[in-house]
């Protein structure tokens, strides 16, 4: 190097300390590796010292333009994309952002960095988690122009109406892959839309999913149609890409282990035997766990079909499932962890939970008289501890993240580390907790995680927890305790190492077991993903409708060492500086098509009738006259009549969505996904204290929703017949709304189920209605909402219609009235209604009486006395023939036989 060249580098390194001097906070992207100076974004709301990346200005440029998923590699900047997006927002005077992260941890995080890289007051970047009472969240959301949340406090408070998600102009989606399913980021996004469809969604992962089907959903989950991939071995990432090297470290069961596993996998496989035997396990090699859960599912049926061999069988599929989790944390987590196991189950068998009779196996109680006196056996645990002390020996300043399953796997592997100088680890797990193992609050997780990156721990321990953003600049080793059967969790553990500098990734594996099995399928799933993605974008199949605006980027410019230009040149000079290598690559792919030769020696296509059998007859063999005008025409009519109704009818119950009308749902519901589905449809969901039933519809319908395993738990305790006799006594239309998918591991007698659901439909008069899971019920709520609505609208118009048809009907029921009320006032003048009703009664008469009076003519005059009250004549005693006709006592009983006689007779 020249007296020049050197004197250049000096001023460019000197430039760049200055700059990190002034700056509060490191930029946790990986270097540039190919230039000496860092070119630097301006914008007037962003501050110092965010680098000018092509990639990330073309991502920019697309999400300024419209909502997009970008797909960008762990450590290449997702987060200053986002910074970016989130000044040029705030510069057009956005009223709201709201960036959504999944844990509570990269909550703190992005809250943490956005206060240094934007130039806006700190009292304005708020955290909205569910540390903050609901009380206290709505002023906080009322003063923030940032929030930082976690999905699920967005979820429910947008549901509550706590806040309101219209006036969000740019919703981001940190860890986006998540928007699946029922997860709380797809029901944010559902909202997002219905409240505010012209909102602009940034949605950022580095692994949206292994499928077609679930990139799909994430794209339509949060309304990010568009696609901005940036693979890691294209030219614009290229001068960014960082080393990382991934070792997998293949691992022999030592003889003693294989000792200890011997007996279990023996009656394990005799289990497996006598199950396949009964039919309820299928006859092949491996038996894993998707094959027990189906069996129990088996099992379970046998039951409701009052199969005897359904109760064996599920006590032998219950210990099955355990004896096979028990192998596996032999074979892959260790002695010690299984033992650990083995307690927790005697600590819950003492606490009713039925594992008493799997530990009553001899074949287990020899197991554990073994583990007692053994200790740790596996070579997974000596492994990790020579990584680790060969890592933090080369570099005293670095750090270490080890990732495992299992909670018992971290509390071994920290007191295996703690006995090493130098090496201060610590644990890093969720929040839940189960028996005596207890979960960390969130203020411990962000107090670890403090730690961690002040260098106070340098070795982090950790669950799934710990899989996704956490940002730490100098992980320079992580280390996969086994490989996850997820290719989009595997690319982000991997994705916690070489964020700014060369990096290792150790993988252990257990041979011949299932670590083997998982770390296959989760590189099938990595290489399917990345194939997905890259023919996506290569057949447009998801942008290809998407115009970029040409001043996306009219606020943004780059101050490099010679000069400030503006963004969009910065960006174009990128590209044209990368053409060539572009023009190299496709020339020599270009070079190894060869062209494929003509074959002109192809039969013709066959018609039909050579493809057809000679006896089978074809629809011109068919042939019948054709219909005369006349008769289409009718036919024709006829038909669009059905079918116009038939259109009409489809349409009205396709069209479920609300219209802004009020179902008050109990508090209780308030974590269930039902809400979510009806606040998407258009419905408003007021939360509230139901003293009976879940959902309220209107004052006459009141309804009582319960899952599966919820009825079966009522029918057991008895609460079921009691809710319900309540729900009937507290609405005019009670209903019975029961979702009955997923749950068929849970068994009861299905006389019980039978026997409580004709009491409550039969009895008690409350309609049972089934219904698939959440959405659907949502969708028949949404429907009996409008049947509701439109019968009380029906009868209000009834009520208050003033139209000329029921004018005129109400003019005549008036002129009926008078005309009654003047014959009970003068019953004895002439009417003309009146009369004519006497005549039609004494015709009546008349025929009734004349066959009587043929048969004794010289009683005639007696029975025709009573004229037309034919009543009085049949009910008329001997005493009133006498009274009121004047006959002798003979002619009155004469009649009265005459007439109670003959009807006796017949």
Same mark, same amino acid.
């Given at each position: 190097?020249?007296?020049?060249?050197?004197?250049?580098?000096?001023?460019?390194?000197?430039?760049?300390?200055?700059?990190?001097?002034?700056?509060?906070?490191?930029?946790?992207?990986?270097?540039?590796?190919?230039?000496?100076?860092?070119?630097?974004?301006?914008?007037?709301?962003?501050?110092?010292?965010?680098?000018?990346?092509?990639? &990330?200005?073309?991502?920019?440029?697309?999400?300024?333009?419209?909502?997009?998923?970008?797909?960008?590699?762990?450590?290449?900047?997702?987060?200053?994309?986002?910074?970016?997006? $989130?000044?040029?927002?705030?510069?057009?005077?956005?009223?709201? %952002?709201?960036?959504?992260?999944?844990?509570?941890?990269?909550?703190?995080?992005?809250?943490? $960095?956005?206060?240094?890289?934007?130039?806006?007051?700190?009292?304005?970047?708020?955290?909205?988690?569910?540390?903050?009472?609901?009380?206290?969240?709505?002023?906080?959301?009322?003063?923030?122009?940032?929030?930082?949340?976690?999905?699920?406090?967005?979820?429910?408070?947008?549901?509550?109406?706590? %806040?309101?998600?219209?006036?969000?102009?740019?919703?981001?989606?940190?860890?986006?892959?998540?928007?699946?399913?029922?997860?709380?980021?797809?029901?944010?996004?559902?909202?997002?839309?219905?409240?505010?469809?012209?909102?602009?969604?940034?949605?950022?992962?580095?692994?949206?999913?292994?499928?077609?089907?679930?990139?799909?959903?994430?794209?339509?989950?949060?309304?990010? /149609?568009?696609?901005?991939?940036?693979? @890691?071995?294209?030219?614009?990432?290229?001068?960014?890409?960082?080393?990382?090297?991934?070792?997998?470290?293949?691992?022999?069961?030592?003889?003693?282990?294989?000792?200890?596993?011997?007996?279990?996998?023996? /009656?394990?496989?005799?289990?497996?035997?006598?199950?396949?035997?009964?039919?309820?396990?299928?006859?092949?090699?491996?038996?894993?766990?998707?094959?027990?859960? @189906?069996?129990?599912? *088996?099992?379970?049926?046998? %039951?409701?079909?009052?199969?005897?061999?359904?109760?064996?069988?599920?006590?032998?599929?219950?210990?099955?499932?355990?004896?096979?989790? =028990?192998?596996?944390?032999?074979?892959?987590?260790?002695?010690?962890?299984?033992?650990?196991?083995?307690?927790?189950?005697?600590?819950?068998?003492?606490?009713?939970?039925?594992?008493?009779?799997?530990?009553?196996?001899?074949?287990?109680?020899?197991?554990?008289?073994?583990?007692?006196?053994?200790?740790?056996?596996? #070579?997974? *645990?000596?492994?990790?501890?020579?990584?680790?002390?060969?890592?933090?020996?080369?570099?005293?300043?670095?750090?270490?993240?080890?990732?495992?399953?299992?909670?018992?796997?971290?509390?071994?592997?920290?007191?295996?580390?703690? &006995?090493?100088?130098?090496?201060?680890?610590?644990?890093?797990?969720?929040?839940?907790?189960?028996?005596?193992?207890?979960?960390?609050?969130?203020?411990? &997780?962000?107090?670890?995680?403090?730690?961690?990156?002040?260098?106070?721990?340098?070795?982090?321990?950790?669950?799934?927890?710990?899989?996704?953003?956490?940002?730490? #600049?100098?992980?320079?080793?992580?280390?996969?305790?086994?490989?996850?059967?997820?290719?989009?969790?595997?690319?982000?553990?991997?994705?916690?190492?070489?964020?700014?500098?060369?990096?290792?990734? /150790?993988?252990?594996?257990?041979?011949?077991?299932?670590?083997?099995?998982?770390?296959?399928?989760?590189?099938?799933?990595?290489?399917?993903?990345?194939?997905?993605?890259?023919?996506?974008?290569?057949?447009?199949?998801?942008?290809?409708?998407?115009?970029?605006?040409?001043?996306?980027?009219?606020?943004?410019?780059?101050?490099?060492?010679?000069?400030?230009?503006?963004?969009?040149?910065?960006?174009?000079?990128?590209?044209?500086?990368?053409?060539?290598?572009?023009?190299?690559?496709?020339?020599?792919?270009?070079?190894?098509?060869?062209?494929?030769?003509?074959?002109?020696?192809?039969?013709?296509?066959?018609?039909?009738?050579?493809? @057809?059998?000679?006896?089978?007859?074809?629809?011109?063999?068919?042939?019948?006259?054709?219909?005369?005008?006349?008769?289409?025409?009718?036919?024709?009519?006829? $038909?669009?009549?059905?079918?116009?109704?038939?259109?009409?009818?489809?349409?009205?119950?396709?069209?479920?969505?609300?219209?802004?009308?009020?179902?008050?749902?109990?508090?209780?519901?308030?974590?269930?996904?039902?809400?979510?589905?009806?606040?998407?449809?258009?419905?408003?969901?007021?939360?509230?204290?139901?003293?009976?039933?879940?959902?309220?519809?209107?004052?006459?319908?009141? %309804?009582?929703?319960?899952?599966?395993?919820?009825?079966?738990?009522?029918?057991?305790?008895?609460?079921?017949?009691?809710? *319900?006799?309540?729900?009937?006594? *507290?609405?005019?239309?009670?209903?019975?709304?029961?979702?009955?998918?997923?749950?068929?591991?849970?068994?009861?007698?299905?006389?019980?189920?039978?026997?409580?659901?004709?009491?409550?439909?039969?009895?008690?008069?409350?309609?049972?209605?089934?219904?698939?899971?959440?959405?659907?019920?949502?969708?028949?709520?949404?429907?009996?909402?409008?049947?509701?609505?439109?019968?009380?609208?029906?009868?209000?118009?009834?009520?208050?219609?003033?139209?000329?048809?029921?004018?005129?009907?109400?003019? !005549?029921?008036?002129?009926?009235?008078?005309?009654?009320? !003047?014959?009970?006032?003068?019953?004895?003048?002439?009417?003309?209604?009146?009369?004519?009703?006497?005549?039609?009664?004494?015709?009546?008469?008349? /025929?009734?009486?004349?066959?009587?009076?043929? &048969?004794?003519?010289?009683?005639?005059?007696?029975? $025709?006395?009573?004229?037309?009250?034919?009543?009085?004549?049949?009910? !008329?005693?001997?005493?009133?023939?006498?009274?009121?006709?004047?006959?002798?006592?003979?002619?009155?009983?004469?009649?009265?036989? =005459?007439?109670?006689?003959?009807?006796?007779?017949?």
């Amino acid at each position: 190097m020249g007296i020049e060249g050197l004197q250049t580098f000096l001023n460019h390194s000197l430039f760049f300390c200055s700059t990190l001097a002034h700056t509060p906070h490191i930029i946790l992207l990986n270097p540039r590796q190919k230039v000496d100076f860092m070119p630097q974004v301006v914008h007037p709301l962003l501050s110092d010292g965010v680098e000018a990346r092509g990639y &990330q200005l073309r991502s920019l440029e697309r999400i300024l333009s419209f909502s997009s998923l970008m797909v960008m590699p762990t450590g290449f900047g997702k987060t200053a994309v986002e910074w970016m997006a $989130m000044a040029e927002f705030l510069r057009k005077g956005s009223n709201k %952002i709201v960036l959504i992260a999944p844990t509570t941890g990269l909550v703190d995080q992005q809250r943490t $960095m956005a206060v240094e890289r934007l130039s806006l007051d700190e009292e304005r970047i708020v955290t909205y988690t569910g540390e903050t009472g609901p009380q206290k969240r709505e002023a906080l959301w009322n003063q923030a122009t940032v929030v930082m949340a976690t999905p699920q406090v967005i979820r429910n408070d947008a549901m509550n109406g706590i %806040i309101d998600l219209a006036e969000v102009d740019l919703l981001i989606l940190d860890e986006a892959h998540h928007a699946t399913g029922n997860h709380a980021y797809a029901q944010v996004g559902n909202l997002y839309q219905r409240t505010n469809p012209k909102g602009r969604v940034l949605a950022a992962t580095a692994s949206p999913g292994s499928t077609l089907r679930n990139i799909n959903e994430v794209r339509t989950n949060l309304n990010a /149609h568009n696609l901005d991939l940036c693979k @890691r071995d294209e030219p614009l990432l290229s001068d960014y890409d960082v080393d990382m090297k991934i070792h997998t470290h293949t691992v022999d069961l030592p003889r003693a282990l294989e000792t200890l596993i011997t007996p279990l996998r023996t /009656h394990f496989n005799e289990e497996v035997s006598h199950l396949q035997r009964l039919g309820f396990m299928p006859t092949k090699e491996y038996i894993g766990t998707n094959d027990i859960e @189906r069996a129990q599912q *088996s099992a379970s049926r046998a %039951i409701q079909q009052r199969d005897v061999r359904g109760y064996d069988a599920a006590r032998r599929v219950a210990d099955l499932r355990r004896i096979h989790i =028990l192998i596996n944390l032999l074979q892959t987590q260790g002695t010690q962890v299984a033992k650990a196991f083995l307690n927790r189950a005697e600590e819950e068998g003492r606490s009713g939970r039925k594992t008493n009779r799997m530990l009553a196996l001899p074949v287990i109680h020899q197991l554990r008289l073994a583990l007692n006196d053994v200790g740790e056996l596996h #070579p997974k *645990s000596s492994i990790v501890e020579t990584l680790v002390r060969q890592e933090i020996a080369a570099k005293p300043e670095g750090k270490v993240l080890i990732f495992t399953e299992y909670r018992d796997s971290v509390d071994r592997i920290v007191d295996v580390l703690r &006995q090493h100088d130098g090496l201060e680890p610590d644990a890093f797990i969720g929040q839940s907790s189960r028996g005596s193992q207890k979960g960390m609050t969130q203020k411990q &997780q962000l107090a670890q995680l403090n730690r961690f990156r002040s260098g106070e721990i340098n070795v982090l321990v950790a669950t799934s927890v710990g899989e996704e953003g956490l940002d730490v #600049p100098a992980a320079d080793l992580v280390v996969l305790y086994e490989p996850v059967p997820s290719a989009v969790r595997a690319i982000q553990r991997r994705g916690r190492t070489a964020r700014q500098r060369a990096g290792s990734v /150790h993988v252990l594996i257990a041979k011949n077991t299932r670590d083997a099995y998982v770390h296959r399928a989760s590189e099938r799933q990595e290489e399917n993903m990345h194939r997905l993605m890259t023919r996506l974008v290569r057949q447009k199949q998801l942008n290809e409708t998407y115009v970029v605006s040409e001043d996306a980027l009219e606020a943004f410019s780059v101050k490099t060492d010679a000069e400030t230009l503006p963004a969009k040149a910065f960006l174009e000079q990128e590209l044209v500086r990368l053409a060539a290598v572009q023009e190299e690559e496709s020339n020599s792919i270009e070079t190894n098509i060869q062209p494929a030769k003509r074959n002109d020696n192809v039969a013709p296509p066959l018609r039909p009738d050579q493809i @057809r059998p000679q006896a089978q007859a074809s629809l011109f063999h068919f042939d019948q006259p054709a219909p005369t005008p006349a008769e289409s025409a009718k036919l024709r009519a006829n $038909m669009d009549v059905v079918l116009n109704a038939a259109e009409e009818e489809i349409a009205s119950l396709s069209d479920v969505r609300g219209r802004g009308e009020v179902i008050y749902i109990d508090h209780r519901e308030a974590r269930s996904t039902l809400p979510s589905y009806l606040k998407g449809l258009g419905f408003k969901t007021s939360f509230t204290q139901l003293p009976y039933g879940d959902l309220r519809l209107s004052e006459r319908v009141l %309804i009582e929703r319960k899952s599966a395993r919820d009825l079966l738990e009522s029918v057991k305790s008895g609460r079921l017949l009691n809710q *319900s006799r309540s729900l009937a006594a *507290s609405a005019q239309r009670p209903l019975l709304l029961i979702e009955t998918g997923g749950e068929g591991q849970y068994s009861v007698h299905p006389n019980a189920v039978l026997g409580a659901l004709a009491h409550i439909t039969l009895d008690l008069g409350v309609p049972v209605v089934m219904v698939k899971g959440p959405l659907e019920a949502a969708h028949f709520i949404a429907v009996a909402v409008r049947q509701e609505h439109e019968a009380l609208e029906r009868l209000h118009r009834f009520a208050s219609d003033s139209s000329e048809e029921h004018g005129n009907v109400r003019a !005549a029921i008036a002129r009926a009235n008078r005309e009654l009320e !003047a014959i009970a006032q003068e019953p004895e003048a002439s009417h003309p209604w009146l009369d004519d009703q006497r005549e039609h009664l004494a015709r009546c008469y008349e /025929h009734t009486v004349n066959p009587l009076v043929e &048969q004794a003519p010289h009683l005639k005059q007696t029975l $025709m006395h009573f004229t037309p009250d034919i009543g009085r004549l049949f009910s !008329a005693t001997d005493a009133d023939f006498t009274e009121q006709t004047g006959c002798s006592v003979a002619n009155a009983k004469q009649a009265l036989a =005459l007439l109670h006689g003959n009807f006796t007779n017949q």
